[in-house]
């Protein structure tokens, strides 16, 4: 989700929420992205797309995810959208082609911040198939993403960029920690349990 383009990633179906704050969010978001994960090839490249952008607080999520995966050393996957290199609305189409032009057949994950209801502010859902950013302001952009993860860092339904722009940054961060923690240690278990993951060139 970008400032200038991706607000409100539009998500299909009725995904359970999963609280940041709850103490087993890890447990419980580890056990949802295990059974997405299961029937995936593990010789497959895994690529992370992680959306948004650092000028904007309630933004800001998919960046900070990308830039704690880069921690740590023994990564089975590759990660773009950091807070050094963003990816956004501008850059997302040029971005997914040189992912497409460079891995063979990769299985990508999809990582971005959206709005919603009070109550549901501060959970996160993962979930089968693609998600569609921008289409709460009509942009388009092109759905990305095998399976997607998504953090409600907001209320939505007026002023979206003031919004996100007052969204608060310890909230960002503690969805983007346990996130980034799940998705790192999801991958590892299910790609290196069987054989090591080689990144597949073209």
Do not use: W
């Amino acid at each position: 989700m970008s400032l200038k383009g991706t607000i409100r990633t539009f998500i299909k179906g009725n995904e359970d929420r999963i609280s940041y704050k709850d103490p087993t969010s890890r447990v419980k978001l580890s056990k949802e992205l295990d059974r997405l994960l299961k029937d995936v090839d593990s010789t497959r490249p895994i690529v992370i797309v992680s959306i948004g952008t650092d000028r904007s607080t309630g933004d800001s999520l998919g960046p900070l995810v990308g830039t704690h995966l880069l921690k740590f050393k023994d990564r089975p996957y590759v990660v773009y959208g950091t807070l050094e290199e963003p990816v956004h609305a501008i850059n997302l189409k040029a971005t997914l082609k040189e992912i497409s032009e460079r891995y063979c057949d990769p299985f990508i994950i999809a990582i971005d911040a959206c709005l919603g209801r009070h109550y549901n502010i501060g959970t996160i859902t993962a979930a089968r198939g693609p998600l569609i950013p921008g289409a709460g302001v009509k942009k388009d952009l092109p759905p990305v993403g095998h399976i997607h993860i998504t953090g409600i860092v907001n209320v939505s339904g007026y002023m979206e960029y003031i919004v996100l722009q007052n969204t608060r940054l310890s909230l960002v961060m503690g969805m983007a920690e346990v996130i980034g923690d799940c998705v790192h240690y999801s991958l590892k278990r299910h790609f290196l349990s069987s054989s090591p993951t080689k990144i597949t060139f073209k």
